[in-house]
């Protein structure tokens, strides 16, 4: 009787984790699209509530990080710069790490600016935020600059494989 009722508690208990981390694969990609959406939007408020919170300390805080956001933003759209596209193509598996759930997150942007046109498949670093049930992303190209990941993420170690970004520029032929 007892080893039915382990038996049984240890399928529920399967079942529950399982469902739990699909869950959290699902959660990562619907934030890193709300971010995406919300960088097209120029809602940097949303982008900032999705950014590591250790990168928007760097910046000098949410407000100063807010103002240098609309400032270089502004900034290129008085240069021509336009973002026609900020798409999210997928989410790697989830792993746990170093006591975070972490995946990455594909993306690809498009952008014209001074007659050419501006393709970039590039990948976030995803990592759970399971205090407040949401997902902060860092650009993966970020983890290669040693002085800044050790401010960002000290002692870092991942098994993730964290692809090159890819940029591909072309002349707009009208």
């Not at 949303?46 to 300390?57: G, R």
């Not at 596209?85 to 997150?105: H, L, P, W």
């Not at 992303?137 to 040693?146: G, H, P």
């Amino acid at each position: 009787m007892m080893n039915k009722f382990k038996k049984t508690m240890f399928v529920l208990i399967m079942a529950l984790s399982i469902s739990a981390f699909a869950q959290t694969k699902e959660d990562a990609l619907k934030d890193a699209t709300t971010t995406s959406k919300a960088t097209l939007k120029m809602d940097f408020k949303t982008v900032l509530k999705h950014t590591l919170p250790k990168v928007v300390e760097l910046m000098g805080g949410e407000d100063a990080a807010l103002t240098l956001l609309k400032n270089t933003f502004d900034g290129m759209k008085t240069q021509g710069f336009v973002f026609e596209k900020a798409d999210v193509n997928g989410v790697s598996e989830i792993v746990e790490e170093q006591g975070q759930y972490r995946c990455v997150i594909e993306g690809f942007n498009q952008m014209k600016m001074s007659g050419q046109r501006i393709k970039s498949k590039s990948y976030l670093l995803g990592i759970y935020n399971d205090v407040d049930k949401y997902w902060w992303f860092i650009e993966a190209k970020q983890l290669k600059n040693e002085a800044m990941l050790d401010m960002v993420l000290p002692n870092f170690e991942t098994s993730l494989n964290i692809p090159e970004d890819d940029m591909q520029m072309e002349p707009i032929e009208d």
